[in-house]
T-cell receptor
Framework: DAKTTQPPSMDCAEGRAANLPCNHS???????VYWYRQIHSQGPQYIIH???NNETNEMASLIITEDRKSSTLILPHATLRDTAVYYC????????????FGAGTTVTVRA | GAGVSQSPSNKVTEKGKDVELRCDPI?????LYWYRQSLGQGLEFLIY????????KSGLPSDRFSAERTGGSVSTLTIQRTQQEDSAVYLC?????????????FGSGTRLTVV
């Protein structure tokens, strides 16, 4: 499976957009990019996923570069409740169940 | 239920004792997964149940670990003769097969501390 690289931490001001980068330079053509987040003392929460096209849902937007070697998760208006560890995962197929989470990015939203 | 329920939320046990961790998946979800997360680490896949199929146990770290799922619903993860390295948060997740692409619903986990 392709590995991902994320910055260990980032700060964001409340109300501003948070842009979380992820590198996955060894991704193969059939692998999906997933984002999860984990708020302290809770289980991971699915955010969004994509293959080639940019995606948007009620939580976030996912921008995938044309070569698919990197992606950015965008939280459009960060709130204090968005403080969490964000994980970028490359997954061979939508129903592949062996999720492999790395260290993720610890995002701290400040008032 | 509305979400995935795990019990107990916290468990402290002495080295060498056996422990049982329970997971109640979302009603109707046919797939159930166990993961564990050691302090400051990412998630580690343990075992996967799907309907009546044989479970994928490939992630279980040793033969001290076992899991079962009765009636296609509740699952129990058993750790025998616990060791200090078993200390971690054990997370259960479930999904419906046709919604697996949209991610799993995780429980809040059981924090196991072996002393």
């Amino acid at each position: 499976d392709a590995k991902t690289t994320q910055p260990p931490s980032m700060d964001c001001a409340e109300g501003r957009a948070a842009n979380l980068p992820c590198n996955h330079s060894t991704i193969s053509g059939n692998e999906y990019v997933y984002w999860y987040r984990q708020i302290h003392s809770q289980g991971p929460q699915y955010i969004i996923h994509g293959l080639k096209n940019n995606e948007t849902n009620e939580m976030a937007s996912l921008i995938i570069t044309e070569d698919r070697k990197s992606s950015t998760l965008i939280l459009p208006h960060a709130t204090l409740r968005d403080t969490a560890v964000y994980y970028c995962i490359v997954r061979p197929a939508p129903n592949d169940y062996k999720l492999s989470f790395g260290a993720g990015t610890t995002v701290t939203v400040r008032a | 239920g509305a979400g995935v329920s795990q019990s107990p939320s916290n468990k402290v046990t002495e080295k060498g004792k056996d422990v049982e961790l329970r997971c109640d998946p979302i009603s109707g979800h046919t797939a159930l997964y166990w993961y564990r997360q050691s302090l400051g680490q990412g998630l580690e896949f343990l075992i996967y149940f799907q309907g009546n199929s044989a479970p994928d146990k490939s992630g279980l770290p040793s033969d001290r670990f076992s899991a079962e799922r009765t009636g296609g619903s509740v699952s129990t993860l058993t750790i025998q003769r616990t060791q200090q390295e078993d200390s971690a948060v054990y997370l259960c997740a479930s999904s419906s097969l046709d919604r697996a692409a949209y991610g799993y619903t995780f429980g809040s986990g059981t924090r196991l501390t072996v002393v």
